[in-house]
């Protein structure tokens, strides 16, 4: 690892894209510390692609600023303090595995020994196969071991285990969990919550290109493993309703109320002690999916601690 | 770099269908038209043909290969995960002009050496060393050529169509017959091709001439123009 004295792994100030009429990104402030695992969790088409090539200085922003460790981000690649794992991008075709890390080695100043890499990414026993014949979870590993060649600080990962099954995505977050162990940063988008949530410290939800949530994995979890509390309530006030213990957010139509709630128990007896004309009390898990999409419905920003 | 083109180099050598595609129609030609139909043909005629067969094998493993590779690395995502590494995209396309006029090399070789095993051609030593070197020159306007469509096109449609001006140019500028067998008409169009006035150097020199004649001014001017577009090209997609 590269001693870079600048604390900031990743630095997005005011990030926007726009390509023609969709906007893929509309305003993007995201600051990563140097050690920090974080994911970048959203739905297809929230702008995380775009975000990640933003920062790796694959696209250019319409408007604002990407740096990493404090610098453009084509410099900090060319230091070899960056590595990634993009979405898209076949290996090349023809090389044995061994022959292919040799030559992108070759290309970084301070790479690692490729025996070295190989254990680390899972690729030990692929070095002598082709890279035209490797399974899809094979080479994902290869791609990884690729960005772990130049010694990087700071590791990149756009959806890297889409379209691979249970077994190579359980193998490829080991890998990675190892690489931040060593107190490295990572980076990483899924659409996954269970991979958010496995692997990650912190957790930022982009929807619609903009950040809507930011938080710590548990704070995050907290808000996906919310119930739904319901009941009616004659001339129920949603202000008053909000102040109940473990509430997250409160809607009321006409007379039924729905509070969500990160705490049903207590949700649950405040009413029931508070609003005696209160009746119909219902208590159901909120899916996953359906906290996922009230944290990450424009019109209704959560606010996390 | 170097560790680079060592391997473009290798995994290219790997590629079967490349390599009998670049190197077996070449050899096979040359040793049809002048063993087969040409048997008994004049040991002139089998040194001319040498040269254009190895300059065609040149032309095909420059022009088609060079096309391939770069079309087929920029649609299917390797260059963005090269965008990731140090190499910049001039050192990229250095490497890949360096291994596609290193890979001109094993067909240029092999037909000269059937020339000389199978029929009989008998040069002056400096003459076949200078014809490695030349016929080298004489495909950088093609690498060039298949450079440009390599950063225009998808990998499909660039494979397409270098295989298409590979033989257009190559049959066209009398490297499969001679230009003297063309009707007149064909023969002058002939005469403003690229490849006629690649081949033409090396023509020139098994009869004995310097081979930079008056031609070799159309040969620069194509060559100018080629690697101009080349060069407008790459930087328009990078």
Redesign the interface.
């Known amino acids: 690892m590269t001693e870079l004295k600048h604390p900031d792994a990743v630095s997005l100030r005011g990030i926007r894209k726009r390509y023609g009429a969709v906007t893929a990104v509309a305003g993007v402030d995201l600051t990563i510390g140097s050690g920090e695992v974080v994911a970048l969790l959203g739905p297809n088409g929230a702008g995380k692609s775009t975000t990640v090539d933003i920062m790796?200085g694959?696209r250019a922003p319409d408007a604002g600023r990407a740096e990493l460790f404090g610098t453009r981000p084509r410099a900090a690649?060319?230091a070899?303090s960056?590595?990634?794992v993009?979405q898209?991008?076949?290996?090349?075709?023809?090389?044995r595995v061994g022959?292919?890390l040799?030559?992108?080695?070759?290309?970084?100043?301070h790479p690692l020994p490729i025996g070295q890499v190989a254990a680390t990414a899972g690729v030990a026993d692929l070095l002598t196969r082709?890279t035209d014949r490797l399974s899809g979870g094979q080479t994902q590993r290869v791609?990884f071991a690729?960005?772990l060649l130049?010694d990087p600080s700071l590791l990149v990962l756009d959806e890297p285990t889409a379209g691979l099954d249970v077994a190579a995505r359980r193998d490829f977050w080991t890998s990675v969990r190892g690489f931040a162990a060593a107190g490295r940063t990572v980076l990483f988008s899924t659409h996954y919550l269970e991979e958010a949530d496995e692997t990650a410290d912190r957790i930022v939800l982009i929807d619609q290109g903009r950040v809507v949530a930011d938080g710590s994995t548990t704070a995050i979890r907290a808000m996906a493993a919310a119930r739904n509390v319901r009941c009616t309530l004659p001339g129920a006030d949603p202000v008053a309703l909000a102040d109940l213990p473990g509430a997250a957010s409160v809607e009321v139509h006409g007379d039924a109320v729905l509070v969500r709630t990160t705490d049903s128990d207590a949700t649950l007896r405040a009413l029931v002690a508070g609003y005696p004309q209160a009746r119909d009390f219902e208590v159901a898990a909120a899916a996953l999916t359906d906290a996922f999409l009230a944290l990450t419905r424009p019109d209704a920003p959560a606010e996390v601690a | 770099?170097?560790?680079?083109l060592?391997?473009e180099i290798?995994?290219?050598l790997?590629?079967v269908p490349f390599l009998a595609y670049t190197i077996c129609f070449p050899v096979g030609f040359y040793l049809l038209f002048t063993q087969v139909f040409g048997s008994g043909s004049a040991k002139d005629w089998s040194a001319q043909y040498m040269v254009s067969m190895a300059l065609y094998g040149a032309m095909g493993a420059g022009l088609t290969g060079v096309s391939a590779r770069i079309a087929?690395?920029r649609t299917?995502?390797?260059t963005?995960?090269l965008?990731?590494?140090?190499?910049r995209p001039i050192g990229y396309l250095g490497i890949k002009l360096g291994a596609s006029i290193l890979l001109t090399l094993p067909v240029i070789l092999l037909v000269m050496a059937c020339g000389f095993v199978v029929n009989g051609v008998r040069l002056p030593v400096g003459t076949w060393f200078a014809l490695v070197p030349l016929l080298w020159l004489a495909t950088i306007p093609f690498i060039a050529l298949g450079v440009a469509i390599g950063y225009s096109l998808r990998d499909e449609v660039a494979s397409g169509i270098s295989v298409a001006l590979l033989f257009v140019l190559s049959i066209g500028g009398g490297l499969w017959m001679p230009v003297q067998v063309f009707p007149h008409w064909l023969a002058q169009v002939a005469r403003v091709l690229p490849s006629y006035r690649a081949g033409e150097l090396s023509w020139r020199l098994l009869d004995g001439q310097q081979p930079f004649g008056s031609g070799a001014l159309l040969f620069a001017a194509w060559l100018v123009v080629l690697l101009g577009f080349a060069g407008w090209r790459f930087r328009k997609a990078s």
């Open positions: 790796l694959l690649l060319d070899g960056v590595g990634a993009l898209t991008g076949e290996l090349i075709p023809g090389a022959e292919l040799t030559a992108i080695a070759a290309l970084q100043p082709r791609r690729l960005a130049g | 770099m170097g560790r680079y060592v391997m290798r995994r290219t790997r590629n087929t690395e299917r995502g390797w963005r995960t965008a990731l590494t140090p190499l």
